[in-house]
């Protein structure tokens, strides 16, 4: 399809797969067994890429393959040659490029090593050729050339060659895939009998893209203006006839997009470093102090050692010049101006925005993976291979951290390039409250935005930012993603073995058996066939093989090592995993062993994708990203002590110390990224979607919190954008606030108005020495920080300083709106949704908690204040997860009620009681529902009917919602009827109403006809309304999600029987 009238040969070097000969359009033998070889015959250590090989495939056969085709193509072509029909014969050769293996009769020629071998064979290799163009007749009038595609590769082991006196770079300094002349000046010779000279030389400046203008003039043909823009004819060097330059100068870059430029014997390279493989390299500490670009004089220093840019800035600008010329002229030769295939920028080359040269991208994200659970991060009990490989292969980061401390909003930071005071989702919101954790259609994702460059997107694993129902607007085939296979919502998401996976937006059934705990997924397994791990792997493999020919962005985000929480509580062990593995035999506790297997089987698959790139020749092609959503667990019973799972930095899994939101991040590019290198560079989630699309070459999204780190990437430090700060918030626990500047790390409880903690994490890495006192200045920094990062959601109030009792007899009498504050987050209207409640009577109060949410061991403290007058303190009580378990699946506490204060209980006065659950590290957690039963019908069980009130504030800009549910039960079923319970006070214009949702589709009337669908309408009217009673049904869930110009109150009004 390139001019070519006969091929044959392999794909690509020979260390890529598939490992078989191609002649013309179709391979020789069918790759039909799996085959490596080594990088160096007789060495220990590397081998090529392993994949399709055909059938009695050797590498070292290639060699003598291609010089017989060689061969018998100057046979069959000499005739005609003869009779004036001249052939062209491109002959590049596979060595001695790896795998260096030279056959058994050169093995051992050179005295040196295997690859100086194989030069000897290669130097046979042209002699064969050169000696069948002669024994035809045809050597006098033929142009023979023999050159290299670049300078030699650090694989043919320098060290070992330098010790027996020889460099294959000569003189010069680098070697292959570097700036300097030893990985650009190659050898270059010609014999043409009836017109070069034999014994010439010639120091024209010349590149082998010159190799079409020099045939254009041989054959007397004119190019046209759009072909050959950088090519000149060498054509006057050859037959002796040039008196002056050929050429104005060259243009030329290394691996990692580094531009130079020389200029008769002047060279000027716009790095600091060596732009490749060889010292300083790039990124390097050695590199940081270095000037940021080099001159170098090699008419007296050939080897580049003395950098003369601070003493000819005249020449440095002139040639600076001259460079970005060619750039904005498309072409370095007289003619007319071309159009470059991409953008140029001679300081930071953009190279890999070309289309074809657009690497595919593999983003692995583990599931509470700590900072210190990785070999290549210091742990030493746990076993990952794999992951330690692609360290040593890429880049690792020691100040990278992830979007949030807990999944959902570190995702939604991931995806979206937005800092947790801007994106959609800043919490893990739960089944209560779905649409508070769902991406929404305005939202931008990465995936939609690789999607619009020409990007296959595809996502398996956990998702956890949209949901079957209302909040399917989320789901990741509506949010940029071609196909999705895996985990909707992170309940789901516990369980190894669910009852079924999502594939799109529909459910696949699978063998598991399945102990419920609600209905969508989660739960405990009781029969376990498919794990769920593998199932997300192998859809993860086929869409690679299915995208191989175009680029792609995979999304890979397993569920390991996560616990599941349902079983950690229903069997003391939430790790899931088909075998201990190597941990079989280990004395640790169980969780420990299954902890490590996670993590191990984990390392496994990463190492199964790598082996996939490999195999399919994508290697090269592509940069694959591996990190985690948050900071390690202690959720499955497992210890993270035992493990140092945080790496030495204070705090886990929901704290936004250091533990809790610092860590692994490794990147591997082939080619691109400096093998083993390591920065300090700090980086967040949030980065990945400048780091994309500079990868892709397209345009970002706007109002983003995102800075590329691909400069550090491709160790480009000097061009690397700081963020000016990085920002966390959370809101369990009572909300916090963190901020990075620099070396400084600040955090503030309670969010906005809290107490500023500083630490300076160059001397106190682990964040245990407040340091605020003594900078006040940096503090005003941070708050700045804290206070400009924080935009307020709708969907996620800031809640108040202090708890409240609420006297719901007083203010209905009073007839007023009535503010309630508290500071328990995430509010009710967020959390995932009680079932039925069941009660006692004078001698107890039943409090019902959901299980899930609580830690191992909760504190629960309650008042209650009564008609106005009387604060009953109900008791403080300790009580296990393992305790008894009420129908719903909560925790039942029974509390006696005080002697002295039993005969002040008066239930017909009584209508809300508060609770507070505790943790001994993250403070209050949840406001308990809790259920009172009518005395009405206190003698009548059977029939009797139970009221639950729940509350919970939802604050936000200082002013309330109540938002009060009933649930009513006849003879223990729920039952369906419409309750007059509600009036609601509007009493602010211009409401705005951000989201309303119904999980019920049931229009409901009521007695001021007056629909759900209309609510919208009916709260954006604000004051223009009177007090309204609202009817609706019972089990109705209905979280509001409000602007900030709005004052509104829910009172809850005396039930009738």
């Known amino acids: 399809s390139v001019g070519f009238d006969y091929y044959f040969g392999i794909s690509a ?22 085959k490596e070889f080594p990088l160096m015959l007789g060495r220990g250590g590397g081998m090529t890429r392993k994949g399709p090989a055909a059938a009695g495939f050797d590498a070292a056969d290639v060699l003598p393959t291609l010089t017989r085709k060689a061969v018998e193509y100057v046979s069959q072509r000499a005739a005609d040659a003869k009779a004036g029909k001249p052939f062209f014969l491109y002959f590049p050769l596979n060595a001695p490029h790896t795998p260096i293996v030279p056959t058994a009769q050169w093995q051992g020629k050179s005295g040196l090593n295997p690859y100086a071998d194989f030069v000897m064979q290669t130097d046979w290799s042209i002699g064969e050729v050169m000696r069948a163009i002669d024994q035809h007749g045809l050597g006098q009038n033929t142009l023979f050339i023999v050159t290299s595609d670049n300078g030699c590769s650090p694989q043919a082991k320098f060290d070992e060659l330098l010790a027996k006196g020889h460099n294959p770079s000569y003189i010069l300094r680098g070697h292959k895939a570097d700036i300097f002349d030893g990985g650009h000046r190659i050898p270059f010779i ?8 034999p014994g010439s030389t010639s120091d024209q400046i010349i590149c082998l893209n010159d190799l079409m203008a020099t045939c254009a003039d041989i054959l007397a043909v004119k190019l046209p203006g759009n072909a050959g823009e950088d090519s000149v004819s060498i054509l006057p060097a050859l037959v002796g006839k040039a008196d002056k330059p050929l050429r104005e100068a060259v243009v030329h870059h290394s691996i990692n997009g580094s531009f130079s430029i020389r200029q008769s014997h002047w060279k000027l390279e716009l790095c600091p470093d060596s732009g490749g493989w060889s010292v300083p390299r790039p990124g390097s500490p050695a590199a940081r102090d270095l000037p940021a670009i080099q001159l170098y004089d090699l008419s007296t220093d050939i080897g580049e050692k003395n950098n003369l840019s601070d003493k000819h800035a005249e020449l440095v600008d002139r040639l600076t010049k001259l460079l970005q010329k060619y750039v904005a002229d498309g072409r370095s030769t ?7 295939t991409t953008e140029v920028n001679i300081w930071r080359s953009r190279a890999v925005a070309v289309p074809s040269q657009r690497p595919n991208i593999v983003f692995i994200q583990a599931d509470d993976l700590g900072y210190g659970d990785l070999g290549c991060y210091g742990q030493q009990k746990i076993k990952t291979p794999h992951v330690d490989r692609l360290t040593a292969e890429g880049m690792r980061f020691t100040s990278y951290y992830a979007g949030s401390t807990v999944c959902a909003p570190s995702r939604s930071v991931l995806l979206t390039g937005q800092h947790t005071g801007h994106t959609r989702v800043r919490g893990n919101a739960g089944r209560g409250n779905p649409l508070a954790q769902s991406l929404r259609p305005e939202d931008v994702t990465v995936a939609e935005v690789l999607k619009q460059a020409g990007y296959a997107t595809g996502h398996t694993g956990k998702w956890g930012l949209g949901d079957e129902g209302p909040a399917a607007i989320g789901m990741p ?38 102990k419920p705990i609600g209905a969508d997924g989660g739960g405990v397994a009781t029969e376990k066939i498919a794990y769920s791990p593998d199932m997300v792997l192998d859809e993860a493999l086929q869409f690679i093989d299915s995208k191989r020919d175009r680029p792609f962005f995979l999304y890979f985000s397993p569920t390991l090592p996560h616990a599941n929480n349902e079983a950690t509580r229903e069997l003391g062990d939430g790790t899931e995993v088909p075998d201990y593995g190597v941990y079989e035999h280990e004395t640790w506790t169980k969780q420990n062993k299954g902890h490590a297997a996670m993590i191990t089987y984990l390392d496994t698959q990463v190492g199964r994708i790598l082996e996939r790139l490999r195999a399919l020749g994508l290697d090269e092609r592509t940069i694959v990203f591996f990190t985690s959503d948050n900071g390690p667990h202690k959720e499955a019973g497992n210890d993270p002590d035992f493990f140092n799972a945080s790496g030495g930095l204070r705090g886990l899994k929901r704290s936004l110390t250091d533990g809790g939101i610092r860590v692994p991040m490794i990147v591997r590019w082939p080619g691109r990224i400096p093998a083993g290198s390591v920065t300090d560079h700090a980086a967040y989630h949030g980065d990945l979607m400048a780091t994309a699309v500079e990868l892709a070459g397209t345009k970002p999204p706007e109002k983003l919190d995102s800075v590329s780190y691909l400069p550090t990437l491709l160790g480009r430090s000097q061009e690397q954008k700081q963020h000016t700060y990085l920002y966390w918030e959370f809101y369990e626990g009572g909300s916090a606030q963190a901020v990075r500047i620099g070396q400084w790390k600040a955090i503030r409880k309670p969010m906005l108005t809290g107490p500023i903690e500083l630490f300076d994490l160059t001397t106190d890495r682990s964040e245990t020495r407040d340091v605020a006192a003594q900078y006040p200045d940096v503090v005003a920094r941070v708050k700045a920080a804290m206070d400009e990062a924080h935009v307020p959601s709708p969907d996620w109030p800031v809640s108040g300083a202090t708890s409240a009792i609420m006297n719901i007899n007083q203010s209905t009498a009073q007839g007023a709106a009535m503010p309630l504050l ?7 209207s967020q959390r995932r949704h009680w079932d039925s409640f069941h009660g006692a009577w004078a001698e107890a109060i039943a409090i019902n908690l959901n299980q899930s949410l609580l830690p191992e061991r909760f504190v629960a403290e309650a008042r209650v204040k009564l008609g106005g007058q009387v604060e009953i303190d109900v008791g403080t009580f300790a009580q296990d997860v393992a305790g008894p378990s009420s129908e719903s699946g909560g925790v039942a506490l029974w509390a006696p009620a005080k002697p002295a204060a039993t005969a002040a209980l008066d239930f017909q006065d009584l209508d809300v009681f508060e609770v507070q659950v505790l943790s001994e590290e993250e403070g209050p957690r949840l406001v308990a529902a809790i259920e009172l039963v009518s005395p009405a019908n206190k003698d009548r069980p059977a029939n009797r009917r139970m009221f639950a009130v729940k509350c919970a504030s939802y604050l936000h800009g200082g002013v309330s919602v109540i938002i009060v549910d009933v649930v009513t039960e006849r003879s223990g079923n729920l039952h369906t009827e419409l309750l007059e319970l509600l009036q609601v006070q509007l009493s602010t214009p211009g409401l705005g109403v951000h989201d309303l949702y119904a999980t019920a589709h049931r229009t409901v009337p009521t007695p001021q006809g007056l629909h759900l669908e209309s609510w919208a309408e009916l709260l954006t009217l604000g004051g223009s309304l009177p007090t309204l009673p609202l009817w609706l049904e019972p089990d109705f869930c209905l979280p509001l999600d409000l602007e900030a110009t709005y004052q509104a109150a829910c009172v809850a009004r005396r039930i009738a029987s």
């Open 13 to 34: 070097s020979l260390d890529m797969v598939p490992y078989t000969f191609i002649e013309n359009d179709h391979v020789t033998a069918l790759p039909t067994e799996d």
């Open 190 to 197: 010609v014999r043409w009998p009836a017109k070069v000279r």
């Open 334 to 340: 007289p003619g007319t101006p071309q159009q470059n």
């Open 477 to 514: 085939t509506r949010q940029g993603f071609d196909f999705f296979f895996g985990y909707l919502n992170q309940h789901h998401a516990h369980n190894y073995y669910p009852p079924f996976l999502i594939r799109g937006e529909s459910r696949v059934s699978l063998p598991n058996e399945v």
């Open 822 to 828: 508290d500071h328990f987050r995430p509010p009710l």
